[in-house]
């Protein structure tokens, strides 16, 4: 081969290799509603949830509902809520009978689906779940 084809092909890669790290590096709005389904408790009927994120002066904020007892629906603030690039992140403090849980969502956004998982502390350890919400149309 020579020189300039040599030449050509390592621009073209760089040039590849740089573009792709940009499209890597660009951020995600995540602002919107997502809904996502779980599974009931003890075989009881599926849970639907609702998360409505909003970015405000660069932090993320918004709430989660969610199906509680007796069909009345809990919403809880995320806390400690982040965006890097199309990765989010918050947490979920809830509080029943003075116990208080906390749950710690963390997620990829690609193509308006967040998916990644709910971790969350039970009998001392430290498990998690799996989690694929879907962001809802604008109704305005």
């Known amino acids: 081969m020579t020189k300039f ?3 050509l092909i390592g621009t073209i890669l760089v040039t590849g290799a740089l573009m792709q790290a940009n499209a890597d ?3 995600v ?7 996502w389904t779980m599974p009931g408790r003890n075989g009881g009927p599926d849970r639907t949830n609702t998360l409505e994120l909003k970015v405000d002066a660069g932090a993320l904020t918004g709430k989660l509902s969610s199906p509680g007892r007796g069909g009345k629906i809990n919403e809880a603030k995320i806390a400690d809520g982040k965006v890097t690039g199309a990765d989010v ?3 979920v403090v809830r509080t029943f009978n003075d116990n208080t849980m906390t749950n710690k969502y963390s997620g990829t956004i690609t193509n308006g ?9 039970r009998d001392g350890d430290t498990q998690s779940r799996k989690w694929e919400a879907t962001k809802q149309a604008d109704t305005k």
Not at 113 to 121: A, C, D, L, R, T
């Open 5 to 7: 084809i040599k030449t």
């Open 113 to 121: 689906v967040i998916k990644g998982k709910m971790e969350y502390q």
């Open 25 to 27: 590096d660009q951020k």
């Open 89 to 91: 992140s918050f947490s």
């Open 29 to 35: 709005d995540p602002t919107g509603t997502y809904v």
